[in-house]
């Protein structure tokens, strides 16, 4: 199914609101060792879950609503009130400017540009808002959150039982399942041998399953495209930053949603 530029404008918007009200304070919240940060890295002032005037500071001004009117309180006070701020109080919080908004963008634009329709469509752009955020949390922090990777979960697991009801019944789930207990079970394994991390086996098998929905082939090219990106990606870590551990999350996602989009 193809649509119009106007359609396509439409999705990059959504996509770019979506960046900016969903993705951004979700990594500002995640690119954290290990919980979630709620407040100001500079001040400590609340951010997340301080009223929708700090909601409004971290995605829309990137900025902490105190120790940024602080800041220009120094700037402007006498010396001798000895009003000291550090020096990066009042600065940018959260992702740089217009990435998460971007990313997401062009993945839901993407996706609809392919041209998938109904139920596929739905759970592409589910897990393009999701993954948007995952990348970025992971080339941070190497992490994925388990919130994230168990709503992952929750919108596929949605999807295969609208597949179940309006196609061709529950036989249609026989190779989505396997495909994901496979894959899963594989992980696993190498995770119990210390070469990945947990959020990425918890990651890859909703992954696995919407591949394998379309078809086997998509499932075999998507995990090709997978391991991939994801030791690319971590081979130019290691050469541009002598970092030998690998954040495989970015490439889960991005090789999944490329290989999903371009089968359709």
């Known amino acids: 199914m193809s649509y119009s530029p106007v359609v396509l404008a439409l999705a990059a918007a959504l996509g770019l609101a979506a960046g900016v009200f969903v993705v951004r ?60 701020i550090g020096g990066s109080a009042g600065g940018p919080i959260g992702p740089a400017a217009w990435v998460p908004e971007l990313l997401t963008a ?3 634009a993407g996706f609809v540009a392919a041209g998938s329709s109904g139920w596929l469509l739905a759970v592409q752009l589910w897990l393009a808002v999701l993954g948007a955020a995952m990348v970025l949390i992971d080339l941070k922090e190497q992490r ?27 036989p249609e789930l026989v190779l989505p399942c ?31 399953a ?21 030791f690319a990606m971590g081979g130019a870590r290691l050469l541009l930053t002598g970092n030998r551990e690998v954040a495989l999350g970015p490439g889960l996602v991005l090789g999944a949603l490329v290989v999903s989009a371009a089968a359709g």
Do not use: K, N
């Open 106 to 108: 062009a993945a839901v």
């Open 144 to 170: 994925l959150p388990h919130l994230l990777t168990g709503l992952s979960a929750a919108g596929v697991v949605v999807y295969l039982g609208a597949l179940a009801v309006t196609g061709s019944g529950w």
């Open 178 to 208: 396997l495909g994901a207990a496979v894959v899963g079970g594989v992980l696993w394994l190498m995770e119990r041998l210390g070469m990945l991390g947990m959020g990425d086996v918890l990651l890859a098998p909703s992954l696995a």
């Open 210 to 230: 919407v591949l394998a929905s379309q078809s086997g082939a998509t499932l075999y090219w998507g995990l090709v495209a997978q391991f991939a990106i994801g």
């Open 25 to 84: 304070p979700v990594v500002f919240a995640f690119t954290v060792y290990e919980g979630w940060r709620r407040t100001c890295p500079h001040c400590g002032s609340p951010v997340l879950g301080a009223g929708a005037g700090a909601y409004a500071d971290l995605v829309l001004r990137r900025r902490c609503r105190t120790c940024s009117t602080d800041a220009l309180v120094s700037a402007t006070a006498p010396a001798a009130a000895g009003i000291v």
